[in-house]
């Protein structure tokens, strides 16, 4: 199995989330702060996880992944950030109480 393929769960449920999110109040002032969100949190993953990588850390098979790379970092880490920057706040949209949106 390649990550990409463990990957696409997560990133389905993430749509999904946001999605269900698009009624509610402010949806275009959360999806910009998440996008402001994911690109730091990208920038970090870039970062850390070259440093991680070039430390001898950990590994990725090669066969595992899609070839496309940040540095040393597979393509497929930063996808994790980007859908935690989406999923959460939409989530947290989600759960919150009606009453206490403003």
């Known amino acids: 199995m390649t990550y990409a393929l463990i990957v696409l769960p997560f990133a389905v449920a993430t749509a999904l989330l946001v999605l269900a999110t698009l009624s509610h109040p402010r949806f275009g002032r959360r999806m910009a702060a998440s996008g402001i969100t994911a690109g730091v949190l990208v920038v970090l993953t870039a970062v850390f996880d070259n440093l991680m990588i070039a430390a001898d850390l950990f590994t990725y098979p090669d066969e ?28 947290r949209t989600l759960l919150e109480p009606r009453g206490d949106r403003s």
């Open 64 to 91: 595992h992944l899609s070839g496309i790379r940040i540095g040393l970092a597979p393509i497929e880490d930063f996808s994790y950030a980007v859908c935690a920057a989406f999923a959460v706040p939409a989530l």
